[in-house]
């Protein structure tokens, strides 16, 4: 302290008596100075959300999940159900354009249909966020899971358990038009060419329908009883295939993986029942949740649509019968309904 | 003319032997008792679904709505007993619901006479509409607990032979019944051969026509039930899907003529196990599914260039809105 000139002691001085008066000061808060904006910037907004249906688990979850992080806000959340039918898809995302809401939300039946449209959308000064599946077009965001990695891991997993084993495998792809299919495809022979003892006995689609999985897997399963592995596309698909494997008296011998949204009906409740034996969840619920951070982020930025683009690969839960039944793998729709 | 005269019936027996005579020869692991079996099982449901096409197409209609009787009764099933509804009570409401939505369906084609092409696509949007607006909760219902033991109707076996294959023969004998041993039966046949003829002898056609509808969207739902049981889930999307043209593949292919009036469940058996004989050579061939939906097309479009060269259209009774 002995170096210290006077003028310094005297700040100190005057330091420690402002210290010691503060409290008394504290006790009237602090304006935090972003708050304000950021309500501002959200309140009143309008967010369209088009998925390419309702009344699954993925979008039901995406819906609930950004409905109860966007509405205490003041955001109105409309949606546009295209119910399985590209046209009205397409022809939802061209209204919405002239309707002009601050946020798209939207889910891709394929990379082409909505590209352009996406593109008019944030050149009108729309925010564009595509989820699960994207389009050729990059806008603002992009929120989901990374398909070709859900191919790669789920590949992986039945490779290993095919060890030892006939190292004969069957494939059961979703619908030939959904890119969800071609992507998770592409991962899975990015496996594949790294294992050349494996042997593909079977490729085929069985457009998302599990009675026709069903039927599929029990053809194979006759020409192939030794087979030790199944990658399947979709859990709610695969139910059928798992109901082959299991009247085969299969379960446990061929390994099924497949994928899903990890809903706990349609993903924890299988594999501890032991019809899958890997789920590769993209887990809905914090998916929504990343979406909902994407748009307060974007609305509050002020950035201009389209001048700042980015992506958000959602991490994958594996599902298997070690955390089937721990709490947090999978989510009940109910819950985040409430 | 006379000395040369095949029905259809004969050519697709034909070609259905010729072709299960092909995979056995050249295809390792077609003509083995497993596969057969396998064969059989699953086109149960599509057969299943074939005899209830019969019978309307026989009365010279068709019924495009039979995919949302499969799809929406069954479904509440699964739909109920997740919300913890007994099995009984939920059966029971379902077997309600189909006969009520049969009965809308007669009644629209039998008294209000709307053709049955646009009132069963009508009738069938709507169904599958309020089930998904309405009934479920999500487009695949899941099985639950209070539904265990019910599996047994579409998994398993009985005496070796899966129970699939026990239903479709079950529905192929009742059908049968109906259809040729009783009065109803005869009824359905002369309507189809000649509405107007019918409606003179006296037949009571428009109750028969609604009888038709019902029994259609039963047996409908049964096979529903089958497809729920088998799969351990109801897949309502299935609406959306190309069934019903398999459906009337089946039919078509087995001989049964689209002008009404012609066929029986014997041709519904030798359509499915053609279905099922191809479907199987396919998958066991792993054809694409683009390579497969070809050849089904194509295989549709002889059947039905066959069937107006066999039964040519009645120009008598023939009208506007028939198929």
Known sequence: MKHLGNPTKAALAALTLAA??????????????????????????????????????????????????????????????????????AQAVTSLISEKPAVMV???????????????AENEGIYVIQINMGSAYRSSAFVGANWVEIGERQTEGVVKACEGKSNKIAIIQGALSAAASAYTLKGVENVLAKHPEIKVVSSQAADWDAAKAKAITQTVLKQNPDLCGIVGFWDGMDIGTAAAVKEAGLTGKVFLATSGGGERKGACELVKSGAFDLNMSYDVPTQAAQMAGTIKWLLSSGAKPGSIKGSEYTTLIPITKENA????????LSDLKK | MKRFRVNQQE?????????????????????????MLTLLQNVAVLGILGLAMAIVVIGRGIDISLIAALAVPPGLVLQMVQNGHSLPTSLLTAVLLTIAFGLVNGWLIAYAEVPSLFATLATGLLLAGLGQAALFQLDVVQWSPGMNGFERLGQGTVLGIPTSIWMF???????????????????????????????VTGIPSRPIIVLQYVITALIGCFAGLV??????????????????????????????????????????????????????????????YAGQNLIKGVVLLLAVITDSFLNPRNEETAQQGDI
């Open chain 1, 20 to 89: 010691m008066t503060a409290p008394a000061q504290a006790q009237q808060g602090l304006d935090e100075p972003f708050q304000k904006p950021f309500k501002e910037a959200l309140a009143g907004k309008t967010v369209a959300y088009v998925p390419v249906a309702m009344n699954f688990d993925l979008t039901e979850g995406w819906y609930a999940g950004l409905k109860k992080e966007l509405e205490p806000f003041g955001v109105k959340f409309v949606i546009r159900d295209a119910n399985w039918n590209t046209n009205a898809g």
């Open chain 2, 169 to 199: 023969a079950i529905a192929c004998i009742v059908v049968a019944f109906l259809l040729r041993q009783t009065r109803w039966g005869a009824y359905i046949y002369a309507i189809g051969d000649n509405p107007y003829a019918a409606r």
């Open chain 2, 227 to 288: 497809l729920a049981a088998s799969v351990n889930s109801m897949p309502t999307r299935i609406f959306n899907s190309t069934l019903i043209y398999d459906v009337i593949l089946v039919v078509v292919l087995g001989g049964i003529g689209l002008s009404g009036g012609r066929g029986g469940v014997l041709n519904v058996i030798i359509g499915t196990l053609l279905i099922g004989t191809m479907l199987n050579g396919m998958t066991i061939m792993d054809i694409s």
């Open chain 1, 106 to 120: 939207v889910h891709n039946p394929d990379v082409q249909t909505y590209a352009k449209l996406l593109q008019r």
């Open chain 1, 325 to 332: 039944d721990s709490q947090t793998a999978c989510w009940n």
């Open chain 2, 11 to 35: 050519i697709v027996f034909a070609v259905f032997a010729l072709l299960f005579l092909v995979f056995s020869i050249f295809l390792n692991g077609f003509l083995t008792a497993d596969n």
